[in-house]
C-alpha cells in the first residue's frame, strides 16, 4: 500500500464515520410565518380586502387581525372569513383590548374568532395596571376567560409590551403572569419590546416551555434614529437563537412578523421583513 493510497483510505473511512452524524443532523419545523396586521394598519383602515389580498400574494401564510376587529358585525366576519378561504390564507388568532375578556363582551369575541377560524384570543393590553396585585388580577381575568373558551376549543393568550418586562414591586409583570395563569393561557412574546426593557427572549422561552405558541418577530435596534424602524435582521434580535428556542422548547405553532415602520412604505417593508425572515442565513 502507497502513501497515497493510505492517506485515500483513511479519508474515506472519516467521511463514511461522519455521514451519519450529518445525517441525523436536527432539522428545523416547518412553522407557519405570518403577518400582524397592525403593521400595515393604514391600508387596512382603508382597504382590508385589498390589504389582505396583497399580503397573501407575498407569502404570508397567517394573518392575525388587531383590536378593531372586535367591532365587526358578524355578517361582516363571515365576509372576511370567506376571503381568507379563497386567499388559502388562515387566522389563527386576534389582538384584543381587555373589553373583549369581561362577561358582558366575551361571547362575542368568541363568536367573531369561531367565524374567522381563530383559535387564540390574545390580550394585547390589560390597560393601566398599578401593581403586582393588580398584575395577579389581569391572570385571573385570563384564566376565567380560558375556562370558557377551551370548552369551544379555544385558548386564551397575553402579548407582552416593554412594561410586561419591567419590574414593579421587584417583580416583572411577566413572571406574575406565568406563575398566576394555567398553561392553556398562551404567552405570547413580542420579541422587540423583550429586548428594549433588557430582557433576554431566549432565556424566556427557555424557562416557559410549550407555552410560546406564537411570537411577534418584531426586531429593535438600539439606535436612537432607528428603534423598532428597522427591517427583520437589522436591529440586535439574535434571531436564530430565538427561532431554535422557540421551535424546540417553546412550543410555536406559527410566526408573525411585525412592524412600525422602516425606510420604505408599509406593503414594501412587511415584504421585505419575510424575505429577511426566510433567507437561511436567518434560521
Not at 385571573?140 to 414591586?169: I, W
Not at 417583580?171 to 406574575?176: N, S, T, W
Amino acid at each position: 500500500m502507497t502513501a497515497h493510497d493510505s492517506i485515500s483510505r483513511r479519508a474515506f473511512l472519516a467521511l463514511s464515520a461522519a455521514a451519519p452524524l450529518g445525517a441525523a443532523a436536527p432539522q428545523r419545523k416547518r412553522v407557519p410565518v405570518g403577518l400582524e396586521l397592525y403593521s400595515v394598519r393604514e391600508e387596512l383602515k382603508t382597504d382590508l380586502v385589498g390589504t389582505v389580498r396583497a399580503v397573501a400574494k407575498m407569502g404570508y401564510e397567517c394573518v392575525e387581525f388587531y383590536a378593531p376587529y372586535f367591532d365587526w358585525t358578524p355578517a361582516y366576519a363571515k365576509e372576511v372569513r370567506k376571503l381568507l378561504d379563497d386567499l388559502g390564507i388562515r387566522c389563527f388568532s386576534t389582538h384584543n383590548g381587555a373589553r373583549s375578556f369581561t362577561p358582558d363582551n366575551l361571547p362575542s369575541a368568541i363568536e367573531l374568532n369561531q367565524t374567522i377560524g381563530s383559535k387564540l384570543i390574545v390580550m394585547a393590553s390589560a390597560g393601566r395596571v398599578e401593581n403586582i396585585d393588580g398584575w395577579k388580577g389581569v391572570a385571573d381575568t385570563l384564566n376565567r376567560a380560558c375556562e370558557t373558551v377551551k370548552q369551544l376549543g379555544l385558548r386564551t393568550g397575553y402579548h407582552n409590551h416593554q412594561a410586561e418586562f419591567r419590574s414593579v414591586e421587584g417583580r416583572r409583570p411577566m413572571e406574575v403572569l406565568a406563575e398566576h395563569t394555567v398553561k392553556d393561557v398562551v404567552l405570547q412574546l413580542d420579541v422587540g419590546t423583550c429586548i428594549e426593557a433588557g430582557s433576554d427572549p431566549v432565556d424566556w422561552i427557555e424557562k416557559h416551555p410549550g407555552r410560546i405558541l406564537s411570537m411577534h418577530c418584531k426586531d429593535w435596534s438600539p439606535d436612537a434614529a432607528k428603534g423598532y424602524r428597522v427591517l427583520f435582521g437589522e436591529g440586535v434580535a439574535p434571531w436564530k437563537k430565538i427561532l431554535q428556542a422557540a421551535e424546540k422548547t417553546g412550543g410555536i405553532q406559527y410566526y408573525l412578523i411585525e412592524q412600525e415602520g422602516s425606510a420604505y412604505p408599509p406593503l414594501e417593508t412587511v415584504e421585505r421583513c419575510l424575505a429577511a425572515f426566510r433567507k437561511p442565513s436567518a434560521s
